[in-house]
């Protein structure tokens, strides 16, 4: 099974910057897309970032312009640059498979953006 690891996270004032990274125990990324998502407290998880087996990347609404997601193969490691971070940022975010998760999600690694 596909073991996922993140990190990164960390406490940022807003409008400060965070690259997240995520490492595969696998060769994945060709075959698969991978997704950043993130947790908020009390919410529920959303997917933020894609990047599909073929490159192609999509972001929600809420990080458009602000937000980027890239993979490196040759390391097996995913990438989210994060600009002009705002409080409502603020979540644990995770790497796994977009579309369809694994059912075994990582530990995720913790964003919080406050003055």
């Known amino acids: 099974q596909v073991q996922l690891v993140e990190s990164g996270g960390g406490l940022v004032q807003p409008g400060g910057s965070l690259r997240l990274s995520c490492a595969a125990s696998a060769s994945i990324f060709s075959m698969y897309g991978m997704g950043w998502y993130r947790q908020a407290p009390g919410k529920q998880r959303d997917l933020v970032a894609r990047?599909?087996?073929?490159?192609?990347?999509r972001l929600a609404d809420s990080v458009k312009g602000r937000f980027s997601i890239s993979r490196d193969t040759a390391k097996n490691t995913v990438y989210l640059q994060m600009n002009s971070l705002k409080p409502e940022d603020t979540a644990v975010y995770y790497c796994?498979?977009?579309?369809?998760?694994?059912?075994?999600w990582g530990q995720g690694t913790q964003v919080t953006v406050s003055s």
């Open positions: 796994n498979r977009s579309p369809d998760p694994f059912g075994s």
């Open positions: 990047i599909s087996s073929g490159g192609t990347t």
